[in-house]
């Protein structure tokens, strides 16, 4: 219990504070630097916080954990410490967008939420014994490699060069599609064939899988999108701005509606006060 709790704790300081501190100082550099950082609404400058933070976080697990994962294959050994730690550090990116990012799309929610719940669900098991669980080091492992896709989805609304962002993009859609590939293929392979664990928790294991690659299956599709022609990204990124926009505006005119309803007179007293420097006029005449 008291190791559940440490871990928590972790995680938790890894999301307020690690996190929390990669959003503050990009969010800082970008609004100084970026002016069209500074045109984008507040959610969607956190939005983009969000994704470039993660892929910074990724990269560095990406390099470091690859021997580590090398070596709990070809020996068989498999630490606990170091995929309890480096799991906490993935599953708080997922946390933190939740924590920190309103209106994330409803396919974004769900797939942080369930790897939270996954995250919670790998500090309880011992992947010293062989099981299920250890198809989650395959998922979370494949799911760091292609960080370049929170890069470009982090920097897409910064407008590099078209140059850079196609080849970004073309990138990032290769990586992506041959990890969310083999994850896929890993995973069924391993569940339906291999595992000796009972039915229903292999169903219920294939179950979870599917509700995280809804969410990769159609950022799978953005990206080939956005590879082959870019404009694509261009013309939605244009409307969601133009959303942004439109309803700043129509927060701004309720608010303004409201204020002028509070302060206006009522109609008598107006007609009244109107009519008070008539009649003292006529007097005087």
């Not at 100084?32 to 969000?50: A, I």
């Not at 369930?114 to 011992?126: A, E, H, M, N, Y």
């Not at 014994?129 to 960080?147: C, D, E, K, M, Q």
């Not at 339906?192 to 990769?216: C, G, P, Q, W």
Request: proline share 2%; charged share 20%; glycine share 4%.
């Amino acid at each position: 219990m008291i190791y559940f709790l440490e871990q928590i704790l972790l995680l938790l300081s890894l999301t307020v504070i690690g996190n929390g501190g990669f959003y503050v100082f990009y969010y800082t550099i970008l609004y100084k630097f970026n002016r069209n950082f500074r045109k984008l609404s507040h959610r969607r400058r956190l939005y983009d916080v969000k994704n470039i933070t993660k892929a910074t976080i990724l990269s560095f697990l990406t390099f470091y954990l690859t021997p580590h994962v090398y070596d709990m294959i070809t020996t068989g050994k498999w630490d606990n410490d170091i995929i309890t730690y480096f799991g906490n550090v993935y599953v708080s990116t997922d946390l933190a967008g939740l924590l920190f990012v309103r209106d994330l799309p409803n396919l974004t929610k769900i797939h942080h939420t369930v790897v939270l719940c996954l995250g919670i669900f790998s500090i309880c098991v011992d992947y010293g014994v062989s099981g299920i669980h250890r198809n989650l080091i395959a998922l979370t492992y494949f799911s760091i490699i292609p960080y370049l896709v929170n890069c470009l989805l982090g920097t897409k609304d910064l407008r590099f060069p078209s140059v850079i962002y196609k080849w970004l993009a073309i990138i990032s859609s290769i990586m992506y599609a041959i990890c969310i590939t083999i994850n896929f293929l890993y995973q069924h392979i391993t569940i339906l064939f291999y595992s000796e664990d009972l039915l229903l928790v292999r169903i219920a294991a294939l179950i979870i899988y599917h509700l995280i690659f809804m969410d990769d299956r159609n950022l799978m599709y953005w990206l080939f999108k956005v590879a082959k022609n870019p404009k694509f990204n261009k013309n939605i990124d244009n409307k969601e701005v133009e959303k942004d926009n439109d309803s700043d505006i129509d927060e701004s005119i309720s608010e303004n509606e409201s204020v002028l309803e509070d302060s206006d007179l009522d109609e008598s007293e107006l007609e009244e006060s109107e009519l008070e420097p008539i009649e003292k006029s006529c007097l005087i005449k």
